[in-house]
């Protein structure tokens, strides 16, 4: 069964910072791109960032450009979110998503995701 499991979420003042993790089992990533979405109260799911599994290659949207890194550890399976600089804006669920190898923004090339987890950001 495949699972991908976000943790790290929680309530943080603006200005600080929060490192997401996405633990994957049940199949092997490692020709897949991995994705980063959020989903504030009301809004659309948006992209964030993208790592591909095989080299590395990142990708991050120009909201959180310079402020959030995307990251894996192949040994452990787990694909991370670092989060600087956070900003009340950036309250949203984040949702990790396994996806092909092509990297994409789009949240429907996406196959597999996690249940999300929450950040809120307090001004």
């Given at each position: 069964q495949v699972q991908l499991v976000e943790s790290g979420g929680g309530l943080v003042q603006a200005g600080g910072s929060l490192r997401l993790s996405c633990a994957t089992s049940g199949r092997t990533f490692s020709s897949s791109t991995m994705g980063w979405f959020r989903q504030?109260?009301?809004?659309?799911?948006?992209?964030?960032?993208?790592?591909r599994w095989s080299g590395g290659?990142?990708?991050?949207?120009?909201?959180?450009?310079?402020?959030?890194?995307v990251s894996r550890d192949n040994a452990k399976n787990t694909v991370y979110l670092q989060m600087n600089s956070?900003?009340?804006?950036?309250?949203?669920?984040?949702?990790?998503?396994?996806g092909g190898p092509g990297v994409t923004t789009t949240s429907n090339q996406y196959d597999y995701w996690g249940q999300g987890t929450q950040v809120t950001v307090s001004s």
């Open positions: 504030a109260p009301g809004k659309e799911r948006e992209f964030v960032a993208a790592i290659s990142t990708y991050h949207a120009s909201s959180v450009k310079g402020r959030f890194t956070l900003k009340p804006e950036d309250t949203a669920v984040y949702y990790c998503a396994a």
